[in-house]
T-cell receptor, first 110, second 113 residues
Framework: DAKTTQPPSMDCAEGRAANLPCNHS???????VYWYRQIHSQGPQYIIH???NNETNEMASLIITEDRKSSTLILPHATLRDTAVYYC???????????FGTGTRLKVLA | NAGVTQTPKFRVLKTGQSMTLLCAQD?????MYWYRQDPGMGLRLIHY???????AKGEVPDGYNVSRLKKQNFLLGLESAAPSQTSVYFC????????????FGDGTRLSIL
């Protein structure tokens, strides 16, 4: 599975959009980009995933560049409850093991 | 809408004791997983199952056993607990591997004295 690079931390004002970048320059053509978050010591929470196209669900939007070497997770209206560590991971079809890196610690400020 | 439920949430054991962690999912998922997460480290896969009656070793299987007698349940056993097994244990399940997301429980915090 391709390695990912994320900034260690970011701040975002409450009510503003949070844009979290992820670099995955060695991604291969059939690997998926997944985003999870972990709030305090809870279990990782699935947010969104995609292969090539941009995706949107009730939680967030995922923008994947045309060359697929990077992506951005967008939380459109961040709230204090979105304060968490956000993980970007790249998964090959058939992979059982998730490898979470250090992620981005997002702090939403009141 | 329970998703993945883990019991117990907390447990303290003495070295040498045994216990079983229970994971239950109500999403009719074929795949189930057990991970451990230690401070400053990422998730490490202990065992996984690709369907009822099947189990396989993950990255760190030593000292653990698992069983999947029913599709919705995945049990993790510690036969003789050791302090090195103090950790937070997460169970996850998925419809398939890779193309669909794993959904995680809220964890079991296990301390072994």
């Amino acid at each position: 599975d391709a390695k990912t690079t994320q900034p260690p931390s970011m701040d975002c004002a409450e009510g503003r959009a949070a844009n979290l970048p992820c670099n995955h320059s060695t991604i291969s053509g059939n690997e998926y980009v997944y985003w999870y978050r972990q709030i305090h010591s809870q279990g990782p929470q699935y947010i969104i995933h995609g292969l090539k196209n941009n995706e949107t669900n009730e939680m967030a939007s995922l923008i994947i560049t045309e060359d697929r070497k990077s992506s951005t997770l967008i939380l459109p209206h961040a709230t204090l409850r979105d304060t968490a560590v956000y993980y970007c991971i790249v998964i090959h079809p058939g992979t059982y093991k998730y490898i979470f890196g250090t992620g981005t610690r997002l702090k939403v400020l009141a | 809408n329970a998703g993945v439920t883990q019991t117990p949430k907390f447990r303290v054991l003495k070295t040498g004791q045994s216990m079983t962690l229970l994971c239950a999912q109500d999403m009719n998922h074929e795949y189930m997983y057990w991970y451990r997460q230690d401070p400053g480290m990422g998730l490490r896969l202990i065992h996984y199952s690709v369907g009822e009656g099947t189990t396989a070793k993950g990255e760190v299987p030593d000292g653990y056993n698992v069983s999947r007698l029913k599709k919705q349940n995945f049990l993790l056993g510690l036969e003789s607990a050791a302090p090195s097994q103090t950790s937070v244990y997460f169970c996850a399940s998925s419809y398939e591997a890779g193309r669909q997301p794993q959904h995680f429980g809220d964890g079991t915090r296990l301390s072994i004295l």
